[in-house]
């Protein structure tokens, strides 16, 4: 076994920590025209895994339950059920995430109508990079020799601190050391032996709404790779 592989299960957990830019845990406020009438809207969004559930406020009918909702990478999709003028429609949902944001584009499931409007994150409501429930299990592979090295950590929050451990390493459980996480980047370092020899592996992560993309390697540079984690269902 390798030091990519620790590397690789590494990434995955710093994944946790979903960036303020892309964290879709919470409330967000927007706005969208409707026959020329402003319609303020709020979205109460909770996050497990890939999974997005909540809330829509502003519509006739309101409050609306979310159906279906799934966060893949910066794309949040989702529909509710709402009534106009006596009649029911389904509002099928479209989201890119970005700093402090959501751009939307949302229409009736059969195409006759359809708008956007940018939903953005409520004052006063605290932006956490990782939603309790994202301190799991994560996993993720990448190349090495040819082969893909498969791997999985479990990891814990504190604050701003990140801790836990690595398996499938050669030394496993390993333990994650000076784990932090700012903003959109966590970072770490862990400790590995290969082939005799005791390596001290660097990750430094760049996060969005459901993965991480990281840069790893060696702490005297000797080697280093890429990996995108993503949290195990």
């Excluded at 893909?148 to 990140?162: D, H, M, N, Q």
């Excluded at 390596?199 to 995108?228: C, H, N, P, Q």
Aim: net charge negative; proline share 3%; glycine share 12%.
């Amino acid at each position: 076994m390798n030091v990519l592989r620790l590397i690789g299960l590494f990434a995955c957990l710093t994944i946790l920590r979903s960036a303020n830019a892309t964290d879709l845990a919470g409330t967000w406020k927007g706005s969208f025209d409707l026959q020329g009438t402003n319609m303020p809207v709020t979205f109460h969004l909770t996050v497990t895994g890939s999974n997005v559930t909540g809330t829509l406020e502003g519509l006739p009918t309101s409050p609306v339950e979310i159906h279906d909702g799934k966060a893949v990478g910066d794309t949040v999709s989702f529909w509710v059920n709402t009534d106009y003028e006596g009649t029911a429609y389904k509002l099928v949902f479209t989201g890119k995430a970005s700093e402090g944001q959501i751009e939307f584009s949302f229409g009736t499931d059969d195409g006759s109508w359809g708008t956007a409007m940018t939903a953005r994150k409520s004052e006063g409501v605290p932006v956490k990079p990782v939603a309790p429930e994202m301190a799991s299990t994560w996993r993720g592979d990448f190349a090495f020799e040819g082969s893909r090295v498969a791997l999985a950590f479990k990891l814990k929050e504190s604050g701003e601190t990140i801790t836990g451990t690595v398996e499938g390493l050669p030394t496993t459980p390993a333990e994650v050391h000076d784990g932090k996480a700012e903003g959109d980047t966590i970072t770490f370092w862990v400790n590995t032996d290969y082939q005799g020899q005791t390596y001290r592996l660097v990750f430094k992560g760049k996060i969005a709404v459901s993965e991480i993309k990281f840069t790893f390697g060696t702490d005297d540079g000797g080697w280093g790779s890429e990996l995108t984690a993503m949290m195990s269902s």
